[in-house]
């Protein structure tokens, strides 16, 4: 027996005595999650991240689908700027609480229903989703007004003296909608509008 | 002296129908304030509007709405008395309206079609006197329209002209 070991090959640790207990790059980097000294706070940390970004999803979801609560979507300043004063959210509420009522009569109680009937049928027919009533001539825009010699005679003078521009487009369009309801007649050749009545003239609607 | 004129213009305002005052306003005016606006530019000879003018953009709209409205009346004309304004109105307003070949073409063959008209003839085969006047006036003016495109047009609108002619 030989003092010391010999072998034919060398053990690594001889040539680097701290490689039994390093390990390599590869390794060290796998296991960097198990030896981290802060993974329990970067863990919290994520945890509480996801769960409020969760909760801002959710959110939204809410006001699209219309079942958010009534201040969702709404930042403080945005709250004191808007006119939702406290008579309004109380209307708000006692609107939203009009329709379970108001199912509530039909699926129970039937004789009380013909009752209110009798007693209060706008409350019965009220809904509160067709409050607000909307204009459809506001959604087309613009006026609507009769072409007669008055407005011409005032196109003209702007048009003389100022050299407007907007009038004349005013009167271009005005032109132009003449011109397509004069065309757009059942031909039968041009019509003569010189010889129509000045009454039908004077009523076109721009 | 002045004053019968001027209860005379009155009584021919008055007489004149809404749309025959309207077309009035419209193609004696609309000339002006654009010639007002964006006045011409001779460049190399020729008239032209300026394009760096920051009122182009405004009076484009203006023109092709104008020129299509008249379009339409010239395929659909009221009265020989209107295709006469019409004709000699916009006629002013041919150079800025030269980067426009579509509407060009199109107003070249209206004109062109208004020009090649024969007269009309009465039930006794002969020509009515005034409707011969009138008629010779319109060809006229459609005459001076084109041969003001082939003045300030370039190479491409002469030939449109030619061969509008031409077909």
Same mark, same amino acid.
């Given at each position: 027996?030989?003092?010391?070991?010999?072998?034919?090959?060398?053990?690594?640790?001889?040539?680097?005595?701290?490689?039994?207990?390093?390990?390599?790059?590869?390794? @060290?980097?796998?296991?960097?999650?198990?030896? /981290?000294?802060?993974?329990?706070? *970067? =863990?919290?940390? #994520?945890?509480?991240?996801?769960?409020?970004?969760?909760?801002?999803?959710?959110?939204?979801?809410?006001?699209?689908?219309?079942?958010?609560?009534?201040?969702?979507?709404?930042?403080?300043?945005?709250?004191?700027?808007?006119?939702?004063?406290?008579?309004?959210?109380?209307?708000?509420?006692?609107?939203?609480?009009?329709?379970?009522?108001?199912?509530?009569?039909?699926?129970?109680?039937?004789?009380?229903?013909?009752?209110?009937?009798?007693?209060? @049928?706008?409350?019965?027919?009220?809904?509160? /989703?067709?409050?607000?009533?909307? *204009? =459809?001539?506001? #959604?087309?825009?613009?006026?609507?007004?009769?072409?007669?010699?008055?407005?011409?005679?005032?196109?003209?003078?702007?048009?003389?003296?100022?050299?407007?521009?907007?009038?004349?487009?005013?009167?271009?369009?005005?032109?132009?909608?003449?011109?397509?309801?004069?065309?757009?007649?059942?031909?039968?050749?041009?019509?003569?509008?010189?010889?129509?009545?000045?009454?039908?003239?004077?009523?076109?609607?721009? | 002296?002045?004053?019968?004129?001027?209860?005379?213009?009155?009584?021919?305002?008055?007489?004149?129908?809404?749309?025959?005052?309207?077309?009035?306003?419209?193609?004696?005016?609309?000339?002006?304030?654009?010639?007002?606006?964006?006045?011409?530019?001779?460049?190399?000879?020729?008239?032209?509007?300026?394009?760096?003018?920051?009122?182009?953009?405004?009076?484009?709209?203006?023109?092709?709405?104008?020129?299509?409205?008249?379009?339409?009346?010239?395929?659909?004309?009221?009265?020989?008395?209107?295709?006469?304004?019409?004709?000699?109105?916009?006629?002013?307003?041919?150079?800025?309206?030269?980067?426009?070949?579509?509407?060009?073409?199109?107003?070249?063959?209206?004109?062109?079609?208004?020009?090649?008209?024969?007269?009309?003839?009465?039930?006794?085969?002969?020509?009515?006197?005034?409707?011969?006047?009138?008629?010779?006036?319109?060809?006229?003016?459609?005459?001076?329209?084109?041969?003001?495109?082939?003045?300030?047009?370039?190479?491409?609108?002469?030939?449109?002209?030619?061969?509008?002619?031409?077909?």
């Amino acid at each position: 027996m030989t003092r010391g070991r010999t072998s034919k090959f060398p053990k690594k640790s001889a040539k680097n005595p701290l490689g039994q207990i390093t390990e390599p790059g590869e390794i @060290q980097k796998r296991n960097k999650d198990k030896y /981290d000294k802060n993974k329990v706070r *970067n =863990d919290a940390r #994520k945890a509480a991240a996801r769960a409020i970004v969760l909760d801002e999803i959710a959110q939204k979801k809410a006001i699209e689908d219309g079942k958010g609560a009534l201040f969702d979507g709404m930042t403080m300043e945005q709250f004191l700027r808007s006119d939702l004063g406290d008579s309004q959210v109380s209307q708000i509420q006692e609107e939203e609480s009009h329709k379970p009522m108001q199912g509530q009569l039909l699926d129970g109680n039937s004789s009380f229903y013909e009752f209110m009937k009798h007693i209060d @049928q706008d409350f019965l027919e009220l809904d509160p /989703d067709g409050l607000e009533c909307v *204009n =459809d001539e506001d #959604k087309m825009g613009g006026l609507r007004f009769e072409l007669n010699m008055d407005i011409l005679s005032i196109w003209e003078k702007q048009l003389v003296e100022e050299k407007s521009l907007q009038t004349t487009k005013q009167i271009l369009v005005a032109l132009k909608n003449r011109i397509v309801q004069a065309t757009g007649q059942p031909s039968y050749g041009a019509p003569d509008l010189s010889c129509m009545h000045p009454i039908h003239l004077s009523n076109v609607s721009i | 002296m002045e004053r019968p004129i001027y209860l005379v213009c009155i009584l021919f305002t008055c007489l004149m129908s809404v749309f025959d005052h309207l077309l009035q306003i419209a193609f004696q005016n609309t000339p002006e304030v654009v010639q007002y606006h964006l006045p011409l530019v001779k460049k190399d000879g020729k008239l032209q509007a300026s394009p760096q003018e920051a009122k182009l953009a405004q009076i484009i709209p203006i023109l092709k709405s104008f020129f299509r409205s008249t379009l339409l009346l010239l395929r659909n004309p009221p009265s020989p008395n209107t295709t006469l304004i019409i004709l000699s109105q916009t006629e002013k307003l041919i150079p800025y309206i030269t980067g426009f070949r579509k509407l060009m073409k199109q107003l070249i063959s209206s004109i062109l079609d208004i020009w090649s008209q024969t007269d009309d003839f009465g039930p006794d085969g002969e020509t009515s006197k005034p409707n011969s006047e009138m008629q010779k006036h319109i060809k006229m003016a459609a005459f001076l329209w084109v041969k003001r495109v082939m003045l300030v047009g370039d190479r491409s609108l002469k030939q449109i002209c030619l061969k509008a002619c031409i077909s």
